[in-house]
């Protein structure tokens, strides 16, 4: 079982890998907060840990499954074992059934009745195109009220006053096909956000299954993770969260929500959104708040490129068997990158197919050789300049299914997918091989 166990023994770790960076100079919750974050990620930098905010003596902590390395480090495997490693998580038969037990360390404080203000809570305002500020890093624990299984998922909330929020939710999703499930749809209906969270939970809960995401989050560990009833729902919570609140969402008690940065690089649309009536406000002594940056590449990792690379892998091996594939979080999950050792001129335009079938919002997608790293722009851009013959080597499928919000598709998700087939053809003109040079211990030259 791995040593991480909630979110500040994986700052530890990340610390340790290099991968933290301690924000000290003191920084404002509206929008100066995730201006650095959002820095960082794309300087390479660690996953800030705020530790100066205003208005707040709670820590921030932010981007901490944004990337290869951090990814690796939450599931305890190696980078080039992500994928295996998460196609092994996500096979129901090893998922490992979460734990009940009677206490936990957010029950530390708790606040109920009056003492509730979700104004005093650290939430930031992160874009200057959102509608105020919005819980974006927190899971939405609820209970199928049919079957009682548990349910991990993410909903934007929006802080409207001292005890209530907005809950956008979308059809598809699992919480609002409980809510409609019950004979009373209208009813309130009992739900726990928890943040402040061992990775494996945040990764577990980008995951759309019919089975109860913490399954795969035990899995991730070895081990079951341990659970406590909510104070005043009863939900199963995860005993090793920072923060917790509690609350009912009033189907029915809709008002206006958003909008918000969204995956797709835009801000999303203003909604008729249900809201929540928060009944507790739970933490542990010195809490970390958690966030996660909107449009931007922790939002995406976790829900498009974690739980869909496996997907995507399982088909196109269909085809190839040593294929290797990544979505790009740069890309907003409407691209993929394959990988293949090539064997037939036309084997590029069947894999690139087979992609855009795995997942609807695949819509680019391009073929490069093994000589090729697709964890590099720079490298893919290289591939596309010098392999692709724009009049040959390009293929379109119009009018296919894709998702309602990319924002090339119309209102129902209908647009023009694209394969790339940006390997090299030999057959067509020989050049050699690539220039190369081995890579150094820098430290041996300079310092």
Request: negative net charge; hydrophobic residues 40%; aromatic residues 8%.
């Amino acid at each position: 079982m791995s040593d991480i166990c909630d979110l500040r023994s994986y700052i530890t770790a990340l610390e340790a890998a290099g991968q933290l960076s301690r924000i000290k100079k003191e920084v404002s919750l509206t929008h100066e907060l995730a201006d650095v974050a959002a820095t960082l990620v794309r300087q390479g930098g660690g996953a800030p840990l705020f530790e100066n905010v205003t208005g707040t003596d709670w820590p921030v902590f932010s981007s901490g499954v944004s990337n290869q390395k951090r990814a690796a480090i939450a599931l305890g495997c190696e980078e080039n074992e992500i994928i295996d490693y998460m196609t092994h998580v996500l096979e129901p038969q090893n998922g490992i059934a979460p734990v009940r037990v009677e206490e936990a360390a957010w029950q530390e404080n708790v606040l109920t009745g009056d003492e509730v203000d979700i104004t005093q809570l650290p939430i930031p305002t992160h874009s200057r195109g959102d509608g105020g500020a919005f819980i974006t890093g927190g899971v939405i624990i609820s209970k199928d009220p049919v079957s009682g299984r548990g349910n991990l998922s993410y909903n934007r909330m929006l802080r409207m006053d001292e005890r209530t929020f907005g809950f956008n939710v979308n059809e598809w999703r699992h919480v609002r096909q409980f809510m409609e499930s019950r004979d009373d749809p209208a009813a309130p209906f009992p739900v726990a956000i928890a943040m402040g969270l061992d990775p494996a939970i945040m990764i577990a809960a980008g995951v759309k299954t019919d089975e109860d995401e913490l399954f795969i989050a035990g899995a991730i560990r070895g081990g079951g993770i341990p659970v406590c009833r909510g104070v005043t729902v009863d939900v199963d919570v995860p005993t090793t969260a920072e923060l917790v609140i509690e609350g009912l969402v009033h189907p029915t008690d809709k008002r206006p929500e958003g909008p918000l940065a969204e995956f797709h690089g835009y801000h999303g649309e203003l909604w008729e959104s249900p809201t929540v009536e928060v009944t507790a406000i739970c933490f542990r002594n010195r809490p970390i708040y958690q966030t996660i940056i909107p449009g931007w590449y922790e939002h995406i990792y976790i829900g498009n490129v974690l739980p869909r690379e496996p997907l995507l892998r399982n088909f196109i091996r269909h085809l190839n068997k040593t294929a290797n594939v990544h979505i790009p979080p740069y890309a907003n999950g409407f691209a993929a990158i394959i990988q293949i050792k090539r064997d037939n001129p036309g084997q590029p335009k069947n894999l690139a197919m087979a992609a855009m079938t795995a997942h609807i919002n695949i819509r680019n997608v391009i073929v490069v050789d093994e000589d090729i790293n697709i964890y590099d722009p720079a490298e893919v851009l290289w591939a596309l300049t010098n392999r692709v013959d724009w009049q040959h080597d390009i293929f379109r499928v119009p009018n296919a299914q894709g998702h309602e919000m990319d924002p090339v598709a119309d209102m129902r998700g209908v647009s023009t997918k694209l394969g790339i087939d940006a390997t090299y053809k030999r057959e067509r003109r020989e050049y050699g091989e690539r220039v190369s040079y081995p890579m150094v211990d820098l430290s041996r030259y300079l310092g």
